[in-house]
């Protein structure tokens, strides 16, 4: 293997930049920081002098604006101890990004879902349940495969013929399964709120509306990613969807934002919420970080696993006209719009546990009493 050094230049987004590199080349084996650089490794076949080349032309989309910085809420916390989650409380680590739960974990994500599917409802919510699998048609138009498609899974059958049925196994064993599969039909939703606008699609609704589910999200975030904590891309979100007018989406995202800032308050969770921007892999969409930014389109909720470390553990965004027009939306009256808030369950119990542990006797009174009830039902 063959070593190459990146020594990144001042005001470079270093999280996003990392993250972004093994998506350069399917030769690029290992990612490392060391006394300032970032040292990554090469296959020996691999072309060192265009990775070294496609690595420092992309360094220059990913500078960091340091003059937008807000934060909508910062905890008084200060905590200095935090759990080992993967010693000490039942998660199951199956590698690549993907993680179980025993019971416990189980009921802390089942705890604070019922808990953000309540936020919703306050405001007038429809509970919806939705398929998994996405359309490539409808996962065209919603613009992701043009600004992040490094996201994407998609789902393939075996074709309709008796022999290519017969070799499914061997090609399997033989890494040839491409040989023996059609074209895919359907994707992995790497957002929850897809499957939403597919439903309202050439449709004019009759006032502003509210919608919420849990789905399951898949993303693609980098085969050499997966060592963040967090960092998942098979999870479950508590998406809430709404569509109506701007003045309407803004006033249910902040409400609920709100109310998500009360339940931090009340737990003495460690975390914060401010402006944030989405990750865009393709160095040309980097403007898209910027406009965020200044349109205020987009904050993050982030909870601390460590003293210097943290999850993002939820989005609330405003999308603008970029999913009703293409997805010919309306409500009558109204210059309709949209907007989703996302909160990752998962990334929530990773967060509560590496905070409080997996003694119950430690949790906040309010949860330890329901898991208490919880387990007098069994």
Known sequence: MKMIEIIPAENIDIDEYRRSICFVSEDILSINEKDGKIVIGIADEGDELQIRQELLAIMKKYRQDTSINEYFFKSKNESTFYYDIFKDCGLIDFGNGQIGFDEK???????????????AKRYGAMEKVYPVMLPIGPYSLT????????????CSSIKDNLSALE????SVKNSEVREIIKEPEFALSPSACFH????????????????????????NEGRLNYFQKGRLCDYHVREIVMIGSQEYCVSVRDKIMDDTVNLLVELNLRGDISLASDSFVIPKMQMYRRLQHIDKSKYEMHLYTGINEKVSTA?????????????????????????CIGFGLQ????????????????????????????????
């Open 105 to 119: 974990g189980k009921f802390i994500m089942e705890y604070f879902d019922s808990v953000f599917c309540g936020f």
């Open 143 to 154: 613009g992701y495969l043009k600004k992040s498609p490094q996201y994407s899974f998609f």
């Open 167 to 170: 070799e499914t196994d061997e």
């Open 196 to 219: 939403t606008y597919i439903e309202y699609k050439n449709k004019e609704l009759e006032k502003n509306t509210l919608v919420t589910f849990t789905q399951n999200v898949f993303r």
């Open 315 to 339: 989005s609330f965004n405003l999308h603008g006209k970029a999913f009703t027009d293409p997805f010919n939306i309306c409500v009558r009256g109204e210059d309709t719009v949209t907007a």
């Open 347 to 378: 990334r929530f119990v990773i967060s509560f546990f590496s905070q409080f542990g997996y003694n119950e006797d430690h949790w906040p009174e309010r949860i330890k009493l329901a898991y208490l009830e919880y387990q007098g039902k069994k």
